[in-house]
C-alpha cells in the first residue's frame, strides 16, 4: 500500500493522469460511501463518472449485480452522459 501511494505521489508531482474514461462504482454499505469518491478519482484521472450502488458493501457483482450492470451496460457502450 505505501509503495502505491508513493507511485501515485509520483505521477502527480510529473502531471500524470489517466486520460481514459473511468467509472467508479461502491456500495453504499462500504468505506467509500463515506468517503468522497468521485473527487477523489478525479484527483487521478480527467473523465470520471460514477455511483453508489444501494443496500451493497464492497462485492457489487455478487452483492447487486444487476444495479451493477445497469451501470455498466451504457458505461461500455458510450451511452451514458458525461
Known amino acids: 500500500m505505501e509503495e502505491d ?3 501515485d505521489d509520483i505521477d502527480a508531482v510529473e ?3 489517466l486520460t ?3 467509472l467508479a462504482l461502491w456500495g ?3 468505506l467509500p460511501a ?3 469518491t468521485l473527487e ?3 484527483g487521478y484521472a480527467d473523465d470520471v463518472t460514477g455511483a453508489e450502488i ?6 457489487i457483482p455478487e452483492e447487486q449485480p444487476e444495479a451493477q450492470l445497469a451501470h ?10 458525461r
Open 5 to 7: 501511494t508513493a507511485l
Open 54 to 59: 444501494p443496500e451493497c458493501g464492497h462485492f
Open 28 to 30: 453504499s454499505a462500504g
Open 40 to 42: 477523489i478519482w478525479r
Open 72 to 81: 455498466l451496460r451504457p458505461f461500455l457502450t458510450g451511452e451514458t452522459s
Open 34 to 36: 463515506r468517503l468522497q
Open 20 to 22: 481514459m474514461p473511468l
Open 15 to 17: 502531471g500524470r493522469r
